[in-house]
């Protein structure tokens, strides 16, 4: 079993977009980062980001920015 229809989840799926569908994914999963409630989501849509940019980059010849989550967690820091 495959998981549930309509989520890009392996490379063959992904040969199939178009470079546009492909930025709708990617800002899928950026939004999914910044909304997830807890680390394992968290965890997951940054590992999903990282995936689809550099398949990005291959595919289409965007260059993929370097994440990190740790970069990610001293900016998003609540502590002053």
């Known amino acids: 079993m495959r998981g549930r229809s309509g989520i890009k989840n392996q490379q ?6 178009t ?5 709708d994914e990617i800002s899928r999963a950026e939004g999914g ?3 997830a409630a807890n680390a394992f989501s968290r ?3 940054f590992r999903r980001l990282a ?8 595919a289409h010849g965007v260059a993929a920015p370097r ?6 967690r001293e900016k998003m820091s609540y502590r002053d």
């Not at 063959?12 to 977009?17: K, P, Q």
């Open 12 to 17: 063959e799926d992904l040969s199939a977009l």
């Open 19 to 23: 470079q546009t569908d492909l930025d």
């Open 33 to 35: 980062l910044e909304l």
């Open 43 to 45: 965890k997951y849509f």
């Open 51 to 58: 995936w689809l940019e550099a398949y990005r980059e291959t």
């Open 67 to 72: 994440r990190s989550m740790r970069a990610r």
